[in-house]
């Protein structure tokens, strides 16, 4: 069996209110408490990169830690070549004690132009970013671990927190350092493979996440029919940001628009169970983040999807398992 974890990038128009978006998720992450949902994680964006209406998600985080019990709540990601990694270290320990040791953060190497040209910092090729994140984390994990720090964590905050895989290098990164793996939704079941083998080569014992955007309906045909929306605007929006080629026609079957790298998983109870089964058959993982919010689909139905997936398809899952 494996756990579910959600992750958020609190996504909108630029002319929604932000506050509307907080008490969306807030209200999704308080039901997921609620269901047994183990992680919730929340994508740190500044100035709507990616649609994203949060650039402080472990505030974010540490306020849903007063409305919740039981889920562990962090980022996914903090971006940390935009901060100092002593800034990070002492807002995630003061966070963890607020929270009474359920923060769970993430953290990546990087983000978009957009979002470094705000910064003031300048573009960076892959292994220097690299070369700075892992020095990055080596820095945080010390002042926790050696008690530097004023306020020190809860125990073991390390072992709670991820790193974002995208790529060999990162996975090496984690694997070295032994934080837990956190994967992105637009990657392959083979990609999967290859870095969970170079983070378990490198030395990496923690827990893996795989990532999938998930729809559970009533049925087959509901779920079809009130996803295909939602896919059709994500699949223009991947095309518009050359994710999927300029030239290549949409799909006239909703099914096909969930192909890679949308990587979309549709369907009744029944259905969802045995692809959530199949993937975890091509990929091991110990906890499977769900992406459950998307333009085209209401605040209604996402709860709805969130209810099916945890009273309907894990049981069934567990019961294939």
């Given at each position: 069996?494996?756990?579910?974890?959600?992750?958020?990038?609190?996504?909108?128009?630029?002319?929604?209110?932000?506050?509307?978006?907080?008490?969306?998720?807030?209200?999704?992450?308080?039901?997921?408490?609620?269901?047994?949902?183990?992680?919730?994680?929340?994508?740190?964006?500044?100035?709507?990169?990616?649609?994203?209406?949060?650039?402080?998600?472990?505030?974010?985080?540490?306020?849903?830690?007063?409305?919740?019990?039981?889920?562990?709540?962090?980022?996914?990601?903090i971006c940390l070549n935009l901060h100092h990694p002593l800034d990070v270290a002492e807002q995630a320990a003061v966070a963890d004690l607020l929270s009474g040791g359920r923060m769970?953060?993430?953290?990546?190497?990087?983000?978009?132009?957009?979002?470094?040209?705000?910064?003031?910092?300048?573009?960076?090729?892959?292994?220097?970013?690299?070369?700075?994140?892992?020095?990055?984390?080596?820095?945080?994990?010390?002042?926790?671990?050696?008690?530097?720090?004023?306020?020190?964590?809860?125990?073991?905050?390390?072992?709670?927190?991820?790193?974002?895989?995208?790529?060999?290098?990162?996975?090496?990164?984690?694997?070295?350092?032994?934080?837990?793996?956190?994967?992105?939704?637009?990657?392959t079941s083979e990609q999967y493979r290859k870095y969970r083998s170079i983070y378990r080569e490198a030395g990496g014992t923690g827990l893996v996440a795989a990532n999938r955007p998930?729809?559970?309906?009533?049925?087959?045909?509901?779920?079809?029919?009130?996803?295909?929306?939602?896919?059709?605007?994500?699949?223009?929006?991947?095309?518009?940001?050359?994710?999927?080629p300029a030239d290549v026609p949409e799909p006239t079957s909703a099914a096909d628009l969930c192909a890679h790298p949308i990587n979309f998983i549709v369907g009744g109870p029944q259905?969802?169970?045995?692809?959530?089964?199949?993937?975890?058959?091509?990929?091991?993982?110990?906890?499977?983040?769900?992406?459950?919010?998307?333009?085209?689909?209401?605040?209604?139905?996402?709860?709805?999807?969130?209810?099916?997936?945890?009273?309907?398809?894990?049981?069934?899952?567990?019961?294939?398992?």
């Open positions: 069996m494996f756990a579910i974890g959600l992750t958020d990038h609190l996504e909108g128009p630029a002319d929604q209110p932000s506050a509307e978006i907080f008490a969306d998720v807030a209200e999704l992450v308080s039901l997921a408490d609620k269901l047994g949902v183990r992680f919730a994680w929340f994508a740190e964006h500044h100035q709507h990169a990616h649609r994203g209406h949060l650039p402080t998600p472990l505030l974010f985080a540490l306020h849903l830690a007063s409305q919740t019990k039981q889920i562990r709540l962090g980022a996914a990601i769970a953060v993430g953290f990546g190497s990087g983000s978009t132009p957009q979002e470094v040209e705000l910064f003031g910092l300048p573009p960076e090729e892959e292994a220097a970013r690299h070369a700075r994140f892992e020095e990055a984390l080596r820095s945080i994990c010390a002042g926790w671990n050696n008690g530097t720090f004023l306020p020190g964590p809860c125990a073991n905050l390390p072992g709670r927190c991820w790193v974002a895989v995208n790529s060999i290098g990162s996975a090496r990164i984690a694997g070295a350092l032994n934080f837990n793996m956190l994967f992105s939704h637009l990657r998930v729809f559970v309906g009533q049925d087959d045909a509901s779920a079809w029919s009130e996803a295909e929306p939602a896919l059709r605007i994500l699949w223009r929006r991947f095309r518009d940001e050359g994710k999927i259905s969802v169970a045995r692809q959530l089964c199949q993937l975890r058959q091509q990929i091991s993982f110990d906890v499977l983040n769900v992406e459950l919010r998307w333009a085209g689909l209401t605040h209604e139905q996402v709860r709805a999807s969130l209810r099916r997936l945890m009273e309907e398809v894990m049981p069934i899952v567990k019961h294939l398992a």
